[in-house]
């Protein structure tokens, strides 16, 4: 699958090399960031606002519930985001229960996968713990469910699994995991692209204007959580990414 735009990127990555203009870029997504929080803070207000009619109809009271609190998770990944452009993302992550957190977020994955893609989810009954935070989960899963999407333009089927593991051989610190899957059914990956599959600007998905980011980003929060990703691709088409965070022991008050 191709690199999009490969013209542009050696002079990107030189761009970001400078760090002079590495440091602008970080003010301006800062700046990006914060502003698009203040737009989330007005548009959640109004749609508050709205749920106070009495006359407001049961479907569409559903309805602007689901949008707040798709309009939260965002406003959520916007501030972690932003701390991270400040450089203070590094703050302990508290404890969450993944399979939880994977059933809040399917109405979420359900609009970020589309219409022609089928989706399904498959988190067992038992809670399974990770150190992280619901907001970190959620970018993982957005970003590899969007990969998924793009990989199946023509519509296709996404599962996305929850299951405790033993433990990962690349996680220094042993012990069991919790193991996160995404299989798509498109149409696999180029063993040329394989390899650098999780460095910026390099991508499975077609020349659609994308800059390639989304998985270097799902590296990056896996790897804060202490975790490990990789992926494997049938001959014949079909991708499975494997997400693999360090299980711990619920929280005592539970």
């Known amino acids: 699958m191709p690199v999009d735009h490969p013209s542009d990127v050696p002079a990107t990555r030189a761009a970001l090399a400078d760090p002079s203009r590495a ?6 997504a800062a700046g990006t960031l914060h502003d698009m929080s203040n737009l989330l803070v007005l548009v959640l207000g109004c749609a508050e606002l709205v749920l106070d009619d009495p006359a407001l109809a049961p479907r569409s009271r559903r309805l602007i519930e ?18 991270f ?8 992550a508290g404890m969450v229960d993944v399979a939880a957190a994977l059933r809040a977020a399917e109405p979420l994955v359900r609009r970020v996968a589309g219409r022609a893609v089928a989706v399904s989810i498959d988190t067992g009954p038992a ?14 899963v957005v970003n590899l469910v969007s990969n998924g999407r ?9 599962l996305l699994r929850v299951a405790p593991a033993l433990a990962h051989p690349d996680l220094q610190a042993g012990g069991p995991v919790v193991r996160l899957t995404v299989t798509d059914t ?11 599959l999780f460095d910026a600007f390099a991508s499975t998905r077609s020349d ?17 959580l202490g975790g490990a990703v990789r992926v494997t691709a049938a001959p014949g088409g079909g991708t499975t990414f494997v997400v693999d965070l360090p299980a711990v022991q619920p929280p005592p008050d539970l």
């Open 186 to 196: 498109g149409h696999g990956i180029d063993p040329a692209v394989r390899e650098r």
């Open 127 to 140: 809670p399974l713990w990770v150190r992280a935070t619901a907001v970190d989960l959620d970018r993982i």
């Open 85 to 92: 452009a400040r450089g203070d993302a590094h703050a302990p």
């Open 208 to 224: 659609d204007g994308h800059w390639g980011l989304g998985l270097a980003v799902v590296r990056a929060v896996v790897g804060h």
């Open 66 to 83: 689901d949008a707040i609190q798709a309009g939260e998770r965002a406003g959520a990944l916007a501030q972690q985001m932003l701390a």
């Open 150 to 158: 793009d990989a199946m333009p023509g519509g296709g089927r996404l």
């Open 23 to 28: 440091e602008m870029l970080s003010t301006l």
